[in-house]
């Protein structure tokens, strides 16, 4: 239990980098997930028993694959003389506490149990943290050195709103998960947990989070409607006719409107414009514009290393914008897939899809729709943004490979009867 609170409290807390003390490298989450760390390995070595093999081995194979490639571009990247210390250092460090961290939960937290709880701590310490940092936003509490607010975005205690919306990402259908298998009180705060998290990333204004919800929202409801028909405790249930009658008139509903849906398209174009940041305006344009730009230098840059990467760290010139001075230097290319071929270049592209590939086929096979949902607001956040610095990306991964590999459906499951 203590060790399940820590691990909760240190994810968490991981968003809250407003509130870093000067000069002080690790932040309060950080410093919740190394004691997490040392408690895990402490258990593990005094039990000497893994809990979820299977998934260990997989996240053990990932990592393994990422480190040889990353080492493989840090070497190049000395030869030719563009290796950056302190920015290599940054990265590299960051690797080796998810590493060690997703390696420890499959190794130590039984499926059962012990990662249920865990997931209930985690949304209720995450709705705690969402009310203080509404508390905030709205002046009802002040902390001198929080803005809750970039410009019009919100942001909580976090320093950039798209971190922010990347957690509500994985919060919300993490939520839905736990109402779907949950009855009674605990499902109505699962409930109250997916909501809230939704109205956060909304108010966070980040287009990634629209695009991310409403993928996660559709591959949702069609595997929803695949278990309502294929699910045999659902054959004798009303689910079961909803899903069948919307199957059959799925087709001749779409053809009726079609001519409707072509009359109304600048209308849709416009409420998807007016849901976008500053109303799809100079804001929306300007941000395109610097990821294209920074995506073209990001191909560039991998292409001429031979497709092996310069190793940890932002190896992108500054882009070519106003107040250009005022940007890091050397810059991240703000796309997972991208930061990942300049790093590790191809092999470690092909291992870090073929993660997201083999977690969502387990849970596919798993029936485990919401954390499937999950997944695939992870993918569309890794293409615009880089997320693997943060833990709730990789607790939502391991999470998924404990899960799928642990939950194998019967052979009726499989046939669908």
């Known amino acids: 239990m203590i060790g399940n609170v820590v691990l909760a409290l240190g994810i968490v807390l991981t968003t809250a980098s407003q509130m870093r003390l000067p000069a002080v490298p690790l932040g309060f989450g950080e410093v919740f997930l190394v004691m997490w760390i040392a408690l895990a390995t402490l258990r593990l070595l005094s039990s000497g028993r893994v809990a979820n093999p299977g998934a260990l081995l997989r996240i053990g194979m990932f990592w393994a694959c990422f480190a040889f490639a990353l080492c493989v571009g840090t070497c190049l990247a000395l030869l030719l003389q563009e290796l950056d210390p302190s920015t290599m250092l940054h990265d590299a460090s960051a690797y080796?506490?998810?590493a060690a961290f997703t390696c420890l939960i499959a190794a130590t937290v039984p499926a059962d149990g012990s990662l249920r709880q865990m997931q209930w701590l985690l949304i209720a310490f995450w709705n705690i943290s969402l009310a203080a940092q509404f508390a905030l936003g709205w002046g009802i509490v002040r902390l001198p050195s929080v803005d809750p607010w970039y410009w019009d975005r919100f942001r909580g205690w976090a320093e950039n709103p798209n971190q922010i919306a990347?957690?509500?990402?994985?919060?919300?259908?993490?939520?839905?998960?736990l109402a779907l298998s949950a009855k009674g009180l605990p499902r109505c705060a699962a409930i109250f947990s997916c909501l809230l998290s939704f109205v956060a990333g909304r108010l966070t204004k980040s287009d990634t989070f629209l695009v991310a919800t409403f993928a996660a929202t559709t591959?949702?409801?069609?595997?929803?409607?695949r278990s309502w028909l294929t699910g045999p405790e659902f054959r004798s249930s009303f689910r079961y006719v909803i899903a069948l009658f919307i199957c059959i008139f799925a087709v001749p509903l779409s053809l009726a409107m079609a001519p409707y849906a072509i009359a109304t398209a600048s209308d849709v174009e416009s409420l998807a414009i007016s849901l976008s940041k500053d109303r799809g305006g100079e804001a929306t344009e300007r941000t395109a514009s610097l990821r294209v730009q920074l995506w073209g230098d990001a191909i560039d840059l991998g292409l001429g290393t031979g497709s092996l990467g310069l190793g940890p760290g932002p190896h992108l010139e500054r882009p070519h914008v106003i107040n250009r001075q005022g940007l890091p230097m050397p810059f991240e290319a703000h796309s997972t897939i991208l930061d990942v071929f300049t790093q590790s270049g191809l092999l470690g592209l092909v291992v870090f899809c073929g993660l997201f590939i083999v977690t969502m086929a387990l849970l596919l096979r798993?029936?485990?729709?919401?954390?499937?949902a999950m997944i695939i607001a992870l993918a569309v956040f890794s293409v615009s943004h880089f997320i693997l610095r943060h833990p709730i990306v990789w607790f939502a991964l391991v999470l998924s490979l404990v899960l799928g590999s642990a939950r194998v459906p019967s052979p009726s499951e499989r046939m669908g009867h």
């Open 366 to 372: 798993a029936r485990l729709d919401a954390l499937a």
């Open 219 to 225: 591959v949702f409801l069609v595997l929803r409607l």
């Open 96 to 98: 080796v506490l998810m």
């Open 166 to 177: 990347l957690y509500c990402a994985v919060f919300t259908p993490l939520s839905l998960s």
